[in-house]
């Protein structure tokens, strides 16, 4: 991998990652371009104890361009887009358009490939792995920002999830603070350890479901499951077997291995509801250990968390959405339509052949 970094005409930062050592990167945005002004800011619910960012300048960003004016694929001739160059393998560049920024943290866009039609389900096992290697890079990147406590690497495909551009990407959060989701799952794995007398909650549960009917797929490095007690009609969490708290922790051995698991993986979720139906909209979100302290969560080292990712779908079968209404936007509280292990089978029969 190839990294070259480099800026915006508005100054901000973009970051090329490519396949080959010998790939020269010097294009310039020709763009005419001022500062990038934001107004995000983190509040904190006093009754709840979780934090909202209010950042009203998105309500101007950019809202499904047709294909020709779409800001994420590369330039070419007089049509200038967000990356300079005329094509790439893959690009990180800060947002412009961000949910955090300054001292609240830093939001980055990741384009996986410069084919506007394409997904990430279309990458070669290669594309794949790099993209794997631009994550981790930005993580670590990230990890170092003075004003960022948690590094979330995530996409969300489709319309029905909310994406306004169509150009296969995804984004990078860094979080000034340990995120609510995070921190419930640090105070289980706390209570677990004391519980137990030192027991690790994360491979418990993996150990449970290796020995389950859950398994999705299970390679020598990973494994795929849908949880017990899923909260989304299709929802697989994939693991790798060594227990390591962020990406940065894989050893090379994992990372080979990733991409043939991770799209097939993806291409089972296109094929759930038939071939008839769009492609399946879904969010996919890598679970990382904070890089701030973990005083609060008493007993827990870093080490203790387990990297992994959620994979899940908001389709609850062909043509029907699911609807987060009163019981769980109004109180948290999930009602799943799909028995989870139906979830597991239904994903297993739609293996590739």
């Known amino acids: 991998m190839k990294k070259t970094s480099t800026r915006l005409a508005d100054g901000r930062e973009l970051v090329y990652y490519d396949l080959r050592d010998d790939t020269v990167r010097d294009a310039v945005d020709r763009r005419p371009l001022e500062r990038t002004v934001t107004t995000s800011e983190v509040r904190r619910d006093p009754l709840l104890g979780d934090s909202v960012a209010i950042a009203s300048h998105r309500q101007g960003r950019t809202y499904?361009?047709?294909?020709?004016?779409?800001?994420?694929?590369?330039?070419?001739?007089?049509?200038?887009?967000?990356?300079?160059?005329?094509?790439?393998?893959?690009?990180?560049?800060?947002?412009?358009?961000?949910s955090l920024a300054g001292d609240s943290g830093r939001c980055e866009v990741v384009c996986f490939t410069s084919d506007h039609d394409a997904s990430f389900a279309d990458l070669s096992e290669e594309q794949a792995r790099l993209v794997l290697d631009a994550w981790t890079d930005r993580t670590s990147e990230l990890s170092h920002l003075a004003s960022v406590e948690q590094v979330f690497c995530f996409e969300n495909r489709g319309a029905e999830i909310g994406v306004t551009l169509g150009h296969p990407h995804g984004q990078i959060y860094a979080y000034p603070f340990t995120t609510p989701r995070t921190a419930l799952m640090l105070r289980s794995l706390a209570a677990h350890k004391d519980a137990t007398g030192g027991e690790n909650l994360f491979d418990a549960v993996l150990d449970e479901e290796l020995a389950g009917?859950?398994?999705?797929?299970?390679?020598?490095?990973?494994?795929?499951f849908v949880p017990y007690a899923a909260h989304w009609p299709y929802e697989v969490h994939l693991y790798p077997k060594r227990r390591v708290p962020d990406l940065l922790g894989l050893d090379e051995a994992a990372r080979t291995e990733f991409p043939k698991v991770y799209l097939e993986l993806l291409r089972r979720f296109d094929r759930i509801f038939g071939e008839t139906e769009p492609p399946t909209p879904y969010i996919a979100a890598w679970?990382?250990?904070?890089?701030?302290?973990?005083?609060?969560?008493e007993g827990v080292q870093r080490d203790d968390f387990a990297l992994h990712l959620e994979l899940f779908t908001i389709r609850r079968t062909s043509g029907k959405l699911k609807f987060l209404a009163g019981s769980e936007s109004g109180?948290?509280?999930?009602?799943?339509?799909?028995?989870p292990e139906r979830a597991a089978e239904r994903l297993?029969?739609?293996a590739s052949s």
Do not use: K, T
């Open 64 to 98: 499904h361009p047709p294909a020709d004016q779409c800001p994420l694929c590369p330039s070419d001739g007089e049509r200038l887009s967000e990356i300079p160059d005329s094509a790439y393998d893959v690009v990180v560049f800060e947002n412009r358009f961000p």
């Open 213 to 224: 009917e859950r398994i999705v797929l299970e390679s020598e490095e990973w494994v795929a």
């Open 287 to 297: 679970h990382q250990a904070p890089f701030g302290q973990l005083e609060e969560f």
């Open 331 to 339: 109180m948290n509280v999930f009602i799943n339509d799909v028995p």
């Open 348 to 350: 297993r029969e739609v």
